[in-house]
């Protein structure tokens, strides 16, 4: 069978096709799902890089759309593949955990072993008395890399497991204590969209 054949099949059309374009919404809802990710933490060289090729995507796919109008197959794809991508790229974000984060923490239980432990593992750690509900209370506020959050959480539920925290994304942190870590690449660019630096100790 030659090609034209091939993608003159009613195969090609109605499996071959709608499975293309199923793939095709994969790729671009998620590269759209990370690309407003990346925008909310301010990373917008990189965020603009993948909002390039997810229009690209789009745009072939929309164009095969409307080249099988008559296709019913090919909406289907099209709805199931923007509901996966959308699934998708959440994961992908998830598994990055890209930026800071904020940990507030409210504890009636002396708080003082898991500051002490935080710190130790080189977290900075503000610690407050307060007035909540039910009495006196501490708060501590942690800020923390997105991909540590299992760290201090983990220290959270070992020293106070009943204490009350919240996560919350930074988009800008100007100063703060963290961890020391490895010397690794980063991809978020300094002066333009195409230059990586080097980032820890």
């Known amino acids: 069978m030659n090609i034209e054949a091939f993608i003159g099949s009613s195969f090609f059309n109605w499996i071959i096709l709608p499975f293309l374009i199923f793939c095709a919404r994969i790729f671009d809802v998620s590269l759209g ?28 796919a929309i164009r095969v759309i409307m080249q099988n109008l008559n296709n ?3 909406y289907i794809a099209y709805g199931a593949g923007f509901a996966m991508g959308t699934f998708i790229g959440l994961q992908i974000e998830k598994k990055l955990a890209l ?16 500051t002490n432990h935080l710190r130790a593992k080189g977290f900075g750690v503000t610690s407050i008395e307060a007035e909540g509900a039910e009495g006196k209370v501490n708060v501590l506020y942690v800020i923390i890399k997105r ?22 994304d930074l988009k800008l942190v100007s100063r703060g204590i963290f961890p020391n870590q490895k010397a ?18």
């Open 33 to 60: 799902t990370i690309r407003i990710s990346l925008v909310s933490k301010g990373l917008k060289y990189i965020a603009s890089l993948i909002g390039f090729v997810e229009v690209i995507i789009w745009l072939l």
């Open 184 to 201: 690794r690449y980063s991809f978020m660019p300094v002066v333009g969209p195409f230059r990586f630096w080097r980032k820890g100790k």
């Open 147 to 168: 991909h540590d959050f299992h760290t201090v959480s983990t220290a959270i539920e070992t020293f106070n497991p009943k204490a009350f925290y919240t996560l919350e």
């Open 99 to 114: 930026g800071n984060a904020i940990i507030r923490i409210v504890t009636q239980k002396d708080a003082t072993e898991l």
């Open 72 to 74: 019913v197959v090919c």
